[in-house]
Antibody
Framework: EVQLVESGGGLVQPGGSLRLSCEAS????????MNWVRQAPGKGLEWVAT????????YYVDSVKGRFTTTRDNAKNSLYLQMTSLRAEDTAVYYC?????????WGQGTLVTVSS | DIQMTQSPSSLSASVGDRVTITCRAS??????LAWFQQKPGKAPKSLIY???SLQSGVPSKFSGSGYGTHFTLTISSLQPEDFATYYC?????????FGQGTKVEIK
């Protein structure tokens, strides 16, 4: 059974930093690209970032470029999202998502609130 | 960036109705189109990928079609558990983009 478990969310002040984690199980993590998607309160879904199998290719939505960095530790089957210079508009539930061809599983999400 | 436009934004339907949601891309995306269902307070669930391939475990009442710029999600016979918000997403190019969502409500 595929499981994706995010953690690391919380309340942070504008300008602050936070590191999200996503622990994957139930599939061969090292073989697949992975994704981050977020959803602001009461809003739709927004793709945030994608990383390839060995971390050598990364893509980001323009609004987070230069502030967010996604990495992975294949030995730990884990995906990370380092978020810096956080803004109020980054407030959202952040999900990690597995590739669609292997089921497109979503984690339960972790809430990031940026507020003073 | 590729814009994804869903229609309608919301609809009211009755149990047993056939429902179709449309998703249009601002430029051709081949068949790199996925559909998701989201219920209030829950994570989205993947329904369809590659425009028409059903994810494992998704009931066959859901079907997808389309290619290029025009795509549809059809629910053949709406059931109470299908009332939710549905999103399309293109994964042909970066940035990946979602439609704005279609809320399916009970009439």
């Amino acid at each position: 059974e595929v499981q994706l478990v995010e953690s690391g969310g919380g309340l942070v002040q504008p300008g602050g930093s936070l590191r999200l984690s996503c622990e994957a199980s139930g599939f061969t993590f090292t073989s697949y690209w992975m994704n981050w998607v977020r959803q602001a309160p009461g809003k739709g879904l927004e793709w945030v970032a994608t990383i390839n199998q060995d971390g050598s290719e990364k893509y980001y939505v323009d609004s987070v470029k230069g502030r967010f960095t996604t990495t992975r530790d294949n030995a730990k089957n884990s995906l990370y999202l380092q978020m810096t210079s956080l803004r109020a508009e980054d407030t959202a539930v952040y999900y990690c998502v597995s590739p669609y061809k292997i089921g497109g599983y979503w984690g339960q999400g972790t809430l990031v609130t940026v507020s003073s | 960036d590729i814009q994804m436009t869903q229609s309608p934004s919301s609809l009211s339907a009755s149990v047993g109705d056939r429902v179709t949601i449309t998703c249009r891309a601002s430029q051709g995306i081949s068949n790199y189109l996925a559909w998701f269902q989201q219920k209030p307070g829950k994570a989205p669930k993947s329904l369809i990928y590659a425009a028409s391939s059903l994810q494992s475990g998704v009931p066959s009442k859901f079907s997808g079609s389309g290619y290029g710029t025009h795509f549809t999600l059809t629910i053949s016979s709406l059931q109470p558990e299908d009332f939710a918000t549905y999103y399309c997403q293109q994964y042909n190019s970066y940035p990946r983009t979602f439609g704005q969502g279609t809320k399916v409500e009970i009439k």
